[in-house]
């Protein structure tokens, strides 16, 4: 439940199925029966309310450092600035036209409108939706932009030749701008964006229709309330809205806005469902989801990917900041494995950007490509490294320095990520108030008998932590940790919890791409967080190896945790650790430099209760690594080869778990499986350690 959302009257409808603007947190009012549909007033988020906005710990611009407005930005054009230029229709279908926008290119410079050229494509969405439950767009027709402008020619979708939706009046397309600009001496890209719209033929021709521009997004289902689930969109223009479920017999509605969060309750358990959204005229196509079993019961089928964000090969391998063509496919290929939801362990997309729009966008990007899962059933991610949104200041001689954009709650990294998903906001709470937030970056959440623990190790960046306090990658504070044993803890006296998967981005021990950065750092443990004490940076007790080390002895304390889950480093391994694997202690700093595993200094394995698999998937479309040696996987290979295992095939994880065991399966990109744990839990048994 989240109290950024403006909480009003809970209604009864039919199934006693109740609408709320957003997640609550405090108890229900009881239901009101009511003979009608009802709506409900607030849909659209409200301004955060509470304390202003603490000053970032140090400002560089107080030491006359000059601001970079405009960096790491993947996408000029925003989908804002899309949906205006496709604003009207003539004759034959819609017009494209950005010349009267205000538009500046990347850098940040002022383009003029009437210099862009290119090619618009289009199609419709769903493609052939009577057929197929995943939903995808499929493109028919093109356009050429001159000068800013085209026409984009609907009325010949309609024709009996390409009318494959038999469309009659009204339908949704996918559109796709691939865009450049004139300019001296070389013309430049100014990139390609998809967008979803709406339209509606007339008697007078056609023009645009009230569209839905992201959704409907199944979330919030989960099997300690089996029975709620919300479904949001967004619109691209402010209406009342509704979600119609089973063909009519209830319907759920909420107040003029647009972004809407609908709250279904009083569902069944393990039950498929079938809605669509009504705003108006608009009516969308029907999707079908399933509310989770019970705690503790059922099968369950469940996939995990990580870094989809751009890879190299241009086209939908880079659009709008991520690889699309790669993550397309692997969401589809979980959902054909039947998973019941989809998870993601960050670097969604590019990021790094310091304009709130691109990030936004980019964010955009991602939830449309998953979106033919996501309208059926949950996903899930964690905060990457590359989930960034930043202020950046140029440093003479040197890489500019970047920090977390603040103010922090409304425009930090964390922040922004919150407000563009929906999440669970069950995270612990900051030891300082003054940082950024930890909802719905960091949260558990159960479907049957496996529990989700998420955790933010991508919290609060800044380059030079020590300069400006915040965090290198892989850093994790104390009151997380605290937070995860004690979902531990409680996990392991639940009788409904059998496995337990953590996820988070940074792997807790890298083998390929990131032994320089995420939680290892070549053995160097004067890598830490700085905070504000007596109003300056000042570094954490415990460097990043101790914590680490703390976080691995958490984990092995647990009797069900079946795998920790990473990504980062773009490429898929498995690594058991138990406490004969090599990983480091403090203790083996024989000089006494902070740093471990140096020239004769000896690594230690850590005293661990269980053994755990350690499982990285970042292959969903970022450029590939190959592997590295680390103590860890070069002792596997000598002792015991089974215990390891490197790819860096793009990839997908699908987990299936029951009350016998939970097994891993692992895809390439085609649909070939190339690795798998017949029993992830096999390891937590004395014979099967690997002496």
Not at 294 to 302: S, T
Not at 569 to 597: F, K, Q
């Amino acid at each position: 439940m989240n109290v950024r959302y403006s909480l009003s009257l809970l209604v009864t409808v039919v199934l006693m199925l109740v609408v709320s603007c957003g997640r609550q947190r405090e108890p229900e009012e009881p239901a009101v029966e009511l003979p009608e549909p009802v709506v409900e007033a607030g849909a659209e988020e409200l301004e955060v309310t509470g304390p202003p906005s603490p000053e970032v710990l140090a400002d560089p611009s107080e030491e006359g450092l000059r601001e970079i407005t405009h960096r790491g930005v993947r996408n000029a054009l925003h989908v804002e600035d899309l949906h205006a230029a496709l604003s009207e229709g003539y004759e034959n279908g819609l017009l494209f036209d950005l010349t009267g926008l205000e538009l500046t290119d990347a850098n940040g410079e002022v383009i003029d409108a009437s210099s862009v050229y290119g090619r618009i494509y289009f199609g419709p969405y769903p493609f052939e939706a009577e057929e197929t439950d995943f939903s995808h767009g499929r493109m028919r027709k093109s356009a050429v932009v001159d000068g800013g402008r085209t026409r984009l020619n609907i009325a010949s979708l309609l024709s009996d030749k390409y009318n494959a939706e038999e469309w009659t009046d009204r339908g949704r397309l996918m559109v796709r701008a691939d865009l450049f600009v004139e300019s001296p001496g070389r013309d430049a890209r100014l990139g390609t964006y998809d967008l979803l719209a709406g339209f509606l033929r007339t008697n007078d021709g056609f023009e645009k229709a009230h569209s839905l521009v992201e959704g409907p997004f199944v979330s919030m289902a989960g099997s300690t309330d089996p029975g709620s689930v919300t479904i949001w969109f967004t619109l691209d223009r402010e209406s009342a809205a509704a979600v119609v479920l089973n063909d009519g017999e209830s319907i759920v509605g909420s107040a003029p806005a647009r972004r809407h969060y609908v709250q279904l309750k009083a569902l069944q358990a393990d039950t498929e469902y079938e809605y669509h959204v009504r705003a108006g005229e608009l009516e969308s196509d029907n999707h079908r989801f399933r509310t989770p079993p019970a705690a503790g019961e059922g099968e369950v089928v469940f996939a995990y990917v990580g870094d989809s964000r751009e890879g190299v090969g241009g086209g939908e391998m880079t659009l709008m900041g991520l690889n699309h063509q790669s993550l397309s496919r692997l969401v589809s290929l979980a959902r054909s494995h039947g998973a019941s939801f989809f998870l993601q362990g960050g670097d969604l997309v590019n990021g790094y950007t310091t304009v709130p729009e691109d990030f936004r966008t980019q964010l955009w990007a991602w939830k449309y490509t998953v979106g033919g899962f996501w309208h059926q059933a949950p996903v899930l991610t964690a905060m990457g490294n590359h989930e960034a949104l930043l202020r950046a200041f140029s440093v003479e001689d040197g890489d500019p320095l970047e920090m977390d954009r603040w103010p922090y709650r409304t425009e930090s990294a964390e922040a922004v990520f919150a407000d563009e998903l929906v999440q669970p906001t069950n995270g612990p709470q900051p030891s300082d108030p003054q940082r950024p937030t930890y909802s719905e970056n960091v949260f558990s959440w159960q479907w049957g008998p496996v529990l989700i623990i998420a955790y933010n190790d991508n919290y609060w960046y800044a380059s030079d932590p020590t300069r400006l306090g915040g965090c290198p990658e892989g850093y994790v504070f104390a009151e997380q940790l605290d937070w995860i044993k004690g979902q531990l803890e409680a996990a392991e006296e639940d009788e409904t919890v059998k496995y337990v998967l953590l996820m988070a981005q940074e792997p807790v021990f890298p083998c390929g791409g990131h032994i320089s950065d995420a939680m290892w750092y070549h053995g160097n443990n004067n890598v830490r967080a700085y905070v504000a004490r007596n109003g300056e940076p000042s570094p954490e007790p415990k460097g990043i190896i101790e914590m680490r080390n703390e976080l691995a002895r958490i984990i092995s304390a647990s009797s069900k945790v079946a795998a920790v889950l990473g990504s980062d480093e773009h490429a898929y391994y498995r690594i058991l650790i138990n406490d004969s694997v090599p990983t480091g202690l403090m203790a083996d700093d024989a000089d006494g430099d902070g740093i471990i595993g140096e020239t004769e200094e000896e690594v230690s394995p850590l005293p661990l209760a269980h053994p755990t698999w350690y499982v990285t998937s970042g292959g969903a479309g970022a450029p590939y690594y190959a592997e590295e040696d680390t103590p860890w996987n070069s002792y596997w290979k000598r002792v015991n080869p089974d215990n390891y295992y490197f790819s860096s095939q793009e990839n997908v994880l699908v987990f299936r778990a029951d009350s016998d065991g939970i097994s891993l399966d692992v895809y390439n990109s085609w649909g070939e499986r190339f690795d798998g744990v017949h029993d992830l839990m096999e390891a937590k048994r004395p014979q099967s350690e690997g002496r």
